[in-house]
């Protein structure tokens, strides 16, 4: 097991994933109640945004500096306006439905979204090679390689987890939207607009799938129309785990994921194609004897 | 209203009769038509390989059509199939049900092809397979309609093995998909390397569009292995070799058929491709019979997409069956009948043999190295006259 070091550090880099797309999920429920399972797509979009302004800006001879600011603005921006439109034009309207038309919905959203891409995108059914920008190699610390792109991303996944958590604790949008998340009523009459809060919270959630779709491109340096669907069920499981509505229990049931698929190759290298059944059959485990979640969701601490 | 409609259908049967018999008159002048479909991979990962053989297919009708002396004019109805075993046999049930298309080339991708052929024989539709390489495909039943014109994964393995082993390698690991192909693949490459007596430390099988290798691949650099065999398709070939390099593992690339082609190339680039090593059963297009036409009319037609490893089968199967319906006629029963018997049929691949499960026999396994973004068949290569040299010689 000399290599328990590099086996940590790739689960550090899956489980970032997963936590800034399972963040997206429980902020969506912990102040409206939806699941909102168009998130993962909302992620594809976000990645593609990030490629398009890659080629603009390669395109237009910029430095790859430049570039790499480019695909991340470009995916947050996008991907903040497609929640935020979703949140407008159809969550608004339906929220007084049952849960299960709202699920429903966002499922449907989620199917075009993803169906856009690849019928509208030039060859968008084919894999898309995301560039690389950042630099390639690394360096060993004992058995462990620990990857020079891998480090920055793990880091930028970090800090901006750690920008959301600061953005819902420590400023006026923050406490609108925690207000918003305990009680509708009493936050109107408070005088918090809630007609702008709600986008803005779907806005903030899908910013972090953006970054995260483009963390991806970035990691994995290809990027395709479906990526978002196995990253959703994953972020959502995660959020679950963790205890849906908890910002804390969403990360860590994303590192927690991660980590289950990481040790079963490499435990059991022959067993690697089952690394998803077993982790979701522990995830199973764990649901059942923690039906909350990891961290239950506290009246005061909604989101 | 119920006059309206009366005159509407009046009209209807007029124009229909009037079609049928332009229709008539048209038939007395021209050949009569014979559809035929082809099926591919067109989108998705695997589309630049499906392309390929559909253009080199299209390509043999078109020759045909424009030689005078033929009986019919053929007409390829071209199909998706996505790479994909579901959407195989949806499309596969749409062409077997519609009596107008009398035979069919079909599929690049093993998984697909095996769950193709079952519905080929209930149809009784005859048929040739211009790619996929698994062995059941012929083998685990012996389906009249059944054929094919490329080889079976099991020669690539054998040659694959033994070249590893004179080459002095001795510690390998094995990394495949998960499918019926990779799976087919991992079973031919452990037996040969066994019997050599070479040592396999690890073996992995991960889904075909699994994007995260990072886990395996740690496991691989522990196991430090001399060589890492590859036994699926381009994508999932691209990404290993890929996240390969990012993990600092430097063994030598062992490849076969899925990776053949200048996909595998242009999608991870000539530095990281350079020295991987491949199997495939034929000799390159320029070494072919009729090679060199080949790549003329292939030219010639202005196709923008090159015709990747498998178009000259492609193109092979295609005019095999056309020139089986001229010998015929276009009925799928003795079509079947007139497949039965290709003894040494000239074709731009080599002659064409048959044996009693519609498997060509006469393939060559040829081998390759990929030299400055090129796949260069081994003895003319600069690695075999010692001028490069493969990567992790023990």
Partial sequence: ?303 | MVRMTMRMFAAAVAVSALSLALGGLDAAWAKDKVKIAWVGPLTGAISQHGIGGRNSAELAVKLMNADPKTKYEYELVVLDDECKPNVGVQVVTKIASDRSIVAAIPHYCSATAIATVDIFHRFKLPMVVWAAVLPEITYANKYPEIHRVSGILIGQNRVGAQFMKERGYKKFVAFADSTDYGKSMLKYFTQFTLENGNQILGTFAVAPDQQDLSAELTKIKELNPEVIYFGGLTPLGARLRTQMAKFGINAQLEGNSGIMGDAFIAAIGPELAEGTVTFFDSPPISKMPGGKMFSDAYKAAGYNDPPEAYGPFSFAATTLVMQTIEKTGPDRAKITAGLANVKDVPSIVGPINFDDHGQNITPLTTRYVVQDGKWVVWEDSEYASGKRKLKNIP
Avoid: C
Avoid at chain 1, 127 to 150: C, H, K
Avoid at chain 1, 198 to 220: K, V, W
Avoid at chain 1, 238 to 254: K, Q, Y
């Fill in chain 1, 1 to 303: 097991m000399g290599m328990i070091g590099q086996h940590l550090l790739n689960g550090m880099m899956q489980g970032t994933i997963y936590g800034l797309v399972a963040m997206g999920f429980t902020i969506f429920f912990g102040v409206m109640n939806v699941i909102k399972f168009s998130h993962g797509d909302v992620l594809t979009v976000g990645a593609f945004a990030g490629l398009v302004a890659i080629w603009i800006a390669t395109s237009l001879g910029l430095p790859i500096s430049i570039q790499f600011i480019a695909a991340f603005v470009a995916a947050m921006l996008v991907s903040a306006l497609v929640g935020a439109g979703i949140a407008h034009f159809l969550i608004m309207p339906l929220r007084n439905s049952p849960p299960l038309n709202m699920l429903l919905m966002t499922m449907m959203v989620g199917t075009v979204l993803r169906e856009v891409i690849r019928l509208f995108f030039p060859n968008g059914t084919n894999p898309q090679r995301f560039p690389e920008l950042l630099p390639v190699g690394g360096f060993n610390i004992g058995s462990t390689f620990l990857r020079y792109d891998a480090l920055i991303l793990i880091v930028a996944g970090i800090v901006s987890i750690a920008v959301v958590y600061w953005i819902i604790n420590r400023t006026r949008f923050g406490l609108a939207m925690r207000a918003v998340a305990e009680d509708v009523e009493t936050a109107r009459t408070m005088g918090i607009n809630f007609a702008s809060i709600i986008p803005l919270t779907f806005a903030l959630g899908s910013i972090t799938a953006g970054f995260g779709g483009t963390i991806y491109g970035l990691y994995y340096s290809e990027i395709n129309y479906s990526m978002g669907l196995l990253l959703a069920v994953i972020g959502f499981t995660a959020a679950i785990v963790g205890g849906l509505g908890n910002i804390w229990g969403a990360i860590i049931g994303g590192y927690l994921f991660a980590g289950l698929q990481t040790m079963v190759v490499a435990a059991v290298p022959s067993m690697s194609d089952y690394k998803d059944v077993f982790a979701f059959v522990l995830i199973i485990v764990l649901i059942t004897w923690r039906p909350t979640g990891l961290l239950a969701e506290r009246g005061s601490e909604r989101v």
